[in-house]
């Protein structure tokens, strides 16, 4: 299994980015997904998850209202739309697939290798 996440950047406090997590290697509509991100001195955190379905979601309650996360089986890729940046958004995100369960637990069978989001004040 591969991920590939992409669309991160350096955006002004309140603006947004649309992440991508592009996936390969085993049915992709067969997996829940999520989105995790670190901090510089700090522990990875789950962000959000999405079912395999698309129709169930979940967010910490960190990003709840300001990020939604969604996901395009068609092209085996899920989106982690974030706007009403903040500064303390700051971060690498991880995209993981998994089980939905392991996902909120903030672990996943597979992970992506991370795009740098910053945040400017």
């Known amino acids: 299994v591969q991920l590939q996440a992409s669309g991160g950047g350096l955006v002004q406090a309140g603006g947004s980015l649309r992440l991508s997590c592009a996936a390969s290697g085993r049915t992709f509509s067969n997996h829940d997904m999520g989105w995790f991100r670190q901090a510089p001195g700090k522990e990875r955190e789950f962000v959000a998850v999405v079912s395999r379905s698309g129709f169930n979601t979940y967010y910490a309650d960190s990003v709840k209202g300001r990020f939604t996360i969604s996901r395009d089986n068609a092209k085996n890729t899920v989106y982690l739309q974030m706007n009403s940046l903040k500064p303390e958004d700051t971060a690498v995100y991880y995209c993981?697939?998994?089980?939905?369960?392991?996902?909120?637990?903030?672990?996943?069978?597979?992970w992506g290798q991370g795009t740098e989001v910053t945040v400017s004040s």
């Open positions: 993981a697939q998994g089980s939905y369960g392991l996902i909120l637990r903030g672990s996943g069978d597979y």
